[in-house]
């Protein structure tokens, strides 16, 4: 059932109950009882009026009550009818934009200055954890590679991507080449791959090493054989993420059992698990949100994940986000996450 049909289940004043308690919680921190409800929440009713419609929502699984306080907290589903159906986003002023995309782009080297700055800012705007994952050089296309002769069988190979990002990559081979033998094996590769992405040549590899064997022709194989290495994969292409602000997590009463801290952490250094999560983004359109234990991992089943894919020249490439308590205020980070994703990419291309 989506959060849209639900929503259209609740008449006005549960809704109205409803957004005003979670705004407390997440504003507050603490159970919201019927009387502050009843004050807070602008309608003439009575508190015996709002324990009965609260009393409806709680049947309904969009409220608990905690076992030590009268008051009522919001759920996941009531965390995700809220966001869905009953939030209004705050859009960031114009000076706000204007000071990330100035930050993103001062005293920025390189591309991976970029991120790690990106991540700082999304940690430091929110108070919580900000992440961003490098950009995957498979949905990325070959321009142009070239090959120089290094000594102990070694060879450098510059790579070309996409029209500025250039990459440079030390081989290790099985045999020494000379510098004739590495321009004709550059020459041969270029010819066959350039303008193509990364991800289809790797996967060409093989079937042409398989027909270049069958027709011996050794200065294909030779080509092919190097290629092998320098197409064999990145860091970027493992997978790999910035994050900025893990610290910031300390400082929330959802976090103060030692023991959950330490197993988020643990899935921070370990990356495999956040990396899919953030995968499953890339195709996604606008900004995601995952709400407790949405997101399929039981370590985040305390949080909630803001993100947002960016792209460059129009690909997407990464994405974005911003980890931190279900009870987050997310009418700020949504549009924060947004923006950020939607500046991003410009920085990257002036970094490159």
């Known amino acids: 059932m989506t959060g849209e049909t639900e929503h259209e289940q609740l008449d006005d004043r549960a809704r109205a109950l409803l957004k005003t308690l979670v705004e407390r919680y997440i504003h507050d921190g603490q159970p919201v009882g019927s009387r502050l409800l009843a004050r807070s929440s602008g309608l003439q009713v009575s508190a015996a009026t709002v324990r009965n419609v609260m009393a409806d929502l709680e049947d309904m699984g969009f409220v608990a009550s905690p076992h030590t306080s009268a008051g009522r907290i919001p759920t996941v589903r009531g965390y995700r009818l809220f966001v869905d159906a009953l939030l209004a986003p705050e859009p960031l002023a114009e000076r706000e934009l204007d000071d990330i995309e100035q930050q993103l782009r001062t005293h920025v080297r390189d591309g991976d200055d970029v991120l790690a700055s990106a991540s700082r800012l999304l940690s430091s705007l929110s108070d919580m954890t900000g992440i961003v994952t490098v ?17 102990d069988r070694r060879v450098l190979a510059i790579l070309v991507i996409n029209q500025r990002e250039v990459q440079n990559r030390i081989l290790q081979t099985e045999r020494d080449y000379s510098r004739r033998e590495l321009e004709r094996a550059a020459a041969i590769l270029n010819e066959r791959y350039a303008g193509k992405p990364l991800l289809q040549i790797r996967r060409a590899l093989m079937r042409d090493m398989h027909e270049a064997q069958d027709d011996v022709n050794q200065g294909l194989l030779n080509a092919l054989n190097i290629a092998q290495s320098a197409f064999g994969g990145s860091t970027a292409d493992r997978g790999d993420y910035r994050m900025a602000g893990e610290s910031n997590l300390m400082g929330f009463p959802e976090f103060a059992e030692v023991d959950r801290l330490r197993r988020l952490f643990d899935a921070f250094e370990r990356k495999r698990d956040l990396l899919s999560l953030f995968d499953d983004c890339l195709s ?35 994405t974005l986000g911003v980890i931190g308590p279900t009870r987050m205020a997310y009418n700020r980070i949504i549009p924060l ?15 490159n």
């Open 135 to 151: 950009p995957r050089t498979d949905t990325a296309s070959l321009r142009q590679i070239e090959f120089l002769p290094l000594s």
């Open 284 to 318: 996604a359109d606008g900004v995601r949100i995952f709400i407790g234990d949405e997101s399929g991992y039981r370590v985040l089943d305390e949080c909630s994940v803001v993100s947002a894919a960016y792209t460059v020249d129009g690909d997407v490439v990464g």
């Open 337 to 351: 996450v947004d923006a950020t994703a939607s500046l991003l990419g410009t920085a990257l291309k002036r970094a």
